[in-house]
């Protein structure tokens, strides 16, 4: 995908049975069926051939295989679709995802040419394009039975379950680099970073990397000694020091654990700082739709349920120094890190259910 039409895209802006989630089914259901028409609109424009490489069983292997490094997966890759289809994938991405979650996409993917631009080899600067990004779809698209979707490719992975009225979005893993184009470059960069359209060239997730430090640094002593950890402490969840693309949670993994301890808990925060922790949290509901987002506020940001969430904080607390965090609930987490090489400018972020990834609590089987 040039990055003309990524401009283009942005104007037109084994599974087991578990309790059934959410609660309120119907609050995800303008979602759940504005995705089946999408995806069935898309798999509808496809050649035989490319939904033969776009469609796989449900219970197939490869729904539960999810990465954030560039290179092949299974799937129809952009780079094979015409505009047209081209057009109705992004789509059903955008149903799936919600406005401000469409355009967080686009911005990271339209980095990807800069990418190529620093990369020593040819074969590294291959893998880097805005093309490259994979759509596969697990089932017949149905208004009944469970099905699901992936739109996948460096920096990106946004996993989606649907069982009639239910969705499950997670994992979701969003990235990018560079963060800020302002950055000093090389030339070919700059060129490239030049080319990006002015709505895709704004600073990636500048919320999450703010709000987050804000926080942080309103914690008094006492605070921090329950919340913030240096680099070199151990992190829980079974690790010590060692990260997977600098994620606790890990990569291509089908479940992830809490960790221990968690962090600071909102209950053990001034008012103010629980807004704030509200806040951050509300950066990564604008990656959903807006029915989805409204349905996970109510669950998890009002009330006492604000009370079991956890802050932690990993490294400097200081503006353009390494730093990662995650924010912890009892049936979530997010993770944000931008430490990579002891470096800035380059950003990781997930969403992880501990029970309901891949949709494991949406009651399939």
């Not at 539960?64 to 679709?81: H, T």
Request: with cysteine.
């Amino acid at each position: 995908m040039r990055l003309s039409k990524l401009a283009a895209l942005a104007c037109g802006a084994a599974v087991v049975t578990m309790a059934l989630w959410p609660a309120n089914a119907a609050a995800q259901a303008g979602s759940a069926t504005a995705m089946r028409e999408a995806a069935n609109a898309f798999l509808a424009a496809l050649t035989p051939v490319q939904r033969a490489e776009a469609v796989m069983y449900f219970d197939h292997g490869e729904r539960f295989n999810w990465n954030e490094s560039p290179g092949p997966r299974l799937g129809v890759v952009l780079r094979d679709l015409n505009e047209s289809q081209r057009q109705l994938g992004m789509a059903l991405l955008r149903a799936s995802v919600g406005e401000r979650g469409y355009h967080h996409v686009l911005a990271s993917i339209a980095r990807e040419p800069v990418l190529a631009a620093t990369q020593r080899t040819p074969e590294g600067a291959a893998l880097r394009q805005p093309d490259l990004f994979y759509i596969a779809v697990f089932d017949t698209p149905s208004a009944t039975a469970p099905w699901g979707w992936r739109f996948e490719g460096h920096h990106i992975s946004a996993n989606f379950t649907v069982h009639g009225d239910r969705i499950s979005n997670t994992p979701f893993f969003i990235g990018a680099q560079p963060s800020d184009l302002s950055v000093d470059m090389s030339d070919a960069a700059r060129q490239d970073a030049s080319r990006i359209p002015p709505a895709l060239a704004v600073r990636m997730l500048p919320g999450e990397e703010d709000k987050a430090r804000a926080l942080v640094q309103s914690l008094d002593a006492a605070q921090r000694g329950i919340g913030v950890f240096t680099q070199s402490e151990p992190y829980g969840n079974g690790l010590s020091g060692g990260r997977v693309a600098d994620m606790l949670t890990g990569i291509n993994n089908m479940q992830t654990t809490p960790l221990d301890p968690p962090g600071l808990l909102a209950a053990q925060m001034t008012a103010g700082q629980k807004t704030m922790l509200v806040g951050l949290v509300e950066e990564y509901l604008t990656r959903m739709p807006d029915d989805v987002a409204a349905d996970r506020r109510s669950r998890l940001l009002e009330g006492a349920a604000v009370d079991q969430i956890a802050f932690r904080w990993h490294g400097s607390i200081e503006s353009g120094e390494p730093h990662n965090y995650t924010i912890q609930g009892p049936t979530f987490i997010i993770e944000y890190a931008q430490s990579r090489g002891d470096s800035v400018g380059h950003i990781h972020t997930t969403w992880r259910e501990f029970e309901g990834d891949f949709g494991l609590n949406l009651g399939t089987q």
